[in-house]
């Protein structure tokens, strides 16, 4: 891991982009999926912030 984090401690500037999925139920059993898109500007040594860039929602027409 230190291997891995030090190229990012050595630069002004930098981002982190990341994709994520989460799954959840609907008490009437429905499933929705919730995909996302976050960017994380970093500006040394004082700034940095977390950007939910897209949100998109998938429905299940399917019941659990």
Do not use: C, H, W
Request: proline letters at 9%; a positive charge.
């Amino acid at each position: 891991m230190n291997k891995l984090g030090g190229y990012p401690r050595g630069q002004k500037r930098f981002r982190i982009n990341a994709d994520s999925m989460t799954d959840t139920e609907l008490p009437a059993g429905q499933r929705v999926g919730f995909l996302d898109r976050t960017g994380m500007p970093v500006r040394r040594p004082d700034r940095m912030r977390v950007v939910v860039v897209l949100r998109t929602t998938i429905t299940s027409p399917f019941p659990a």
